[in-house]
């Protein structure tokens, strides 16, 4: 087994200057790109060279969390170095960077507290407690709330943190499928000196119906209704959650609760009533209260009223349903938004209608809805099924135009393509044009082009090459990229270019790497944090 412990940090620190400098297969100078696929802005040309100091300083802090980002690997002596040079405002940039290694992150967070005369931002606290409940390592989240309640920090800061922190936690125990631990963060709230109010509940109730636990938080306000100054706001939410069920009974049962208790109807509360129609299949229903709403209570639909009837048509496949309902909008001047545009964009494709999918782009641009990645990604994914090498990489160029930038699934399914098809000269252009675009790939996406290259005949050679350039930048490469290309380069009797291989993985900053070399040589993997 390969000892991280035994690292020089100084040898560290040079390799990264050199990544730094590496123009071979150029793919980034950023040594955190791994964690954060969008870039800092360039500097411009006013730039001076203390902040340029200062983003390589958070660079190369990046770059160590990454390498040293298991619970065995000595994080604080590799830090060491840094502390003199460590401000609060570049501590709250590392840990937004990598807030995706939310181990190391806490690490590097209780290593610079330490620092004498250091205090983090409150914005520092949030990232590592968002990290940390994303995670699910309510322990650590708990303990942390503890000690922060317990600190020495200025009140106006603790309070700015402590009940976005509990917001957090709301959410995080809810995507985790805990209901009754998020409910229990709530009701812990006076223990650290917070008294939960109705933007706390909204939070909670918001949360749990995100993610499906409608029936929790429909019994936690019928508990909760008659402590806080319930409104239309607090009954929309567990409509729409409701209405996400599929429960139209249910929503319109809400709804007469709302009006019976004097609350004020607006047209949230309508649009939600809506929704849970139509996505019920009561189009008549909806039809009828989209009349009741403005006869009996002289509200005005606005776009979020029609874009109900624009998804329900969309999940029924009707696609000229939901032309019909976009065309009301535009008569009446309303503009839907970039979800209401995806949907029907997504039905086009699925339909392979791509002309209309590009005539609605078009539409979203001159309407002020500016289309996103998941627009060009609809339209992406039939070329790509089609093999239209050319219209993607015309559709590509598109997004550079409309100042789209694409993401890691926009290149995977390109990469993928052109790879499939035997493009592999436009593989590597459109690679080499990511770091232009201000994208730095990730395991998955080298792993797109290792695996595809190790699929075609003569190709080895390269993917051994995107392989040793993946090593150079901290990148651990998944489990099964290892095996594959070990696997074709000995059925190949390349077994000198594995040790190759073998041996830059062992020279790597990165503990993880240094572990994974092991499956290379075909020993049984141990522990590694590969993500």
């Known amino acids: 087994m390969l000892h991280c412990a035994s690292l020089s940090v100084g040898l560290m620190a040079v390799r990264m200057l050199v990544s730094r400098t590496r123009t071979r297969l150029v793919v980034s100078s950023t040594p955190c790109h791994l964690l954060s696929s969008q870039p800092d802005p360039p500097p411009s040309p006013t730039t001076s060279s203390s902040a340029l100091a200062a983003s390589d300083v958070v660079n190369d802090l990046c770059r160590v969390l990454s390498d040293f980002r298991a619970p065995h690997h000595d994080l604080d002596a590799a830090l060491h170095p840094f502390a003199a040079l460590l401000t609060p405002a570049l501590a709250e940039h590392v840990l937004k960077r990598c807030s995706r290694l939310p181990g190391a992150a806490h690490r590097f967070f209780l290593w610079s507290a330490a620092l004498p005369g250091f205090c983090h931002?409150?914005?520092?606290?949030?990232?590592?407690?968002?990290s940390l409940a994303a995670a699910r390592q309510f322990p650590l989240v708990w303990s942390f709330l503890s000690e922060l309640r317990d600190s020495g920090l200025r009140r106006s800061d603790a309070d700015e943190i402590r009940p976005k922190a509990f917001w957090l936690l709301f959410r995080s125990y809810s995507g985790a499928c805990l209901?009754?631990?998020?409910?229990?963060?709530f009701k812990r709230m006076p223990d650290f000196r917070l008294q939960p109010d109705l933007e706390d509940l909204h939070q909670l109730l918001f949360s749990l119906c995100r993610n499906g636990l409608v029936e929790q938080a429909q019994s936690f306000f019928d508990q909760s209704k008659h402590q806080f100054p319930i409104n239309q706001k607090t009954y929309s939410i567990i409509m729409g959650g409701w209405a996400a069920a599929g429960s139209s009974k249910k929503a319109l049962d809400l709804f007469d609760e709302m009006l019976q208790r004097g609350c004020v109807v607006d047209a949230v509360a309508y649009n939600t009533l809506i929704m849970a129609f139509c996505r019920g299949g009561e189009i008549d229903e909806a039809h009828r209260r989209l009349q009741e709403m403005q006869r009996d209570h002289g509200l005005k639909p606005d776009a979020a009223t029609y874009s109900a009837f624009i998804r329900a048509s969309c999940e029924a496949k009707d696609v000229h349903s939901a032309m019909r309902v976009l065309d009301?909008?535009?008569?009446?001047?309303?503009?839907?938004?970039?979800?209401?545009?995806?949907?029907?964009?997504?039905?086009?494709c699925e339909e392979e209608k791509i002309v209309e999918a590009y005539e609605l782009l078009d539409e979203m641009l001159y309407r002020g809805a500016k289309p996103d990645a998941w627009s060009y990604n609809a339209i992406l994914a039939v070329h790509c099924k089609l093999h239209e090498v050319n219209k993607a990489l015309r559709l590509l160029a598109r997004m550079d135009k409309d100042s789209c930038s694409p993401d890691r699934h926009t290149y995977n399914m390109l990469l993928k393509m052109l790879i499939g098809v035997g493009r592999i000269d436009r593989a590597m252009a459109v690679w080499d044009g990511m770091e232009k675009r201000g994208f730095y790939p990730s395991a998955s996406t080298y792993a797109v082009m290792i695996h595809g290259l190790c699929k075609k005949k003569g190709k080895v050679e390269e993917a051994c090459q995107y392989f040793e350039v993946m090593v150079d930048e901290g990148i651990p490469p998944y489990l099964s990229t290892c095996e594959l290309l070990r696997d074709k380069l000995l059925q190949l009797g390349l077994r000198e270019r594995v040790g190759v291989l073998v041996e830059k993985m062992q020279r790597s900053t990165s503990c993880t790497i240094q572990e994974l070399s092991s499956t290379m040589v075909g020993r049984k993997r141990i522990e590694c944090d590969v993500k």
């Open 121 to 130: 931002s409150p914005a520092s606290h949030l990232v590592v407690i968002e």
């Open 179 to 185: 209901p009754a631990d998020a409910v229990r963060a």
């Open 328 to 348: 009301t909008m535009k008569r009446r001047d309303l503009s839907p938004n970039v979800f209401t545009y995806n949907a029907i964009i997504k039905l086009l």
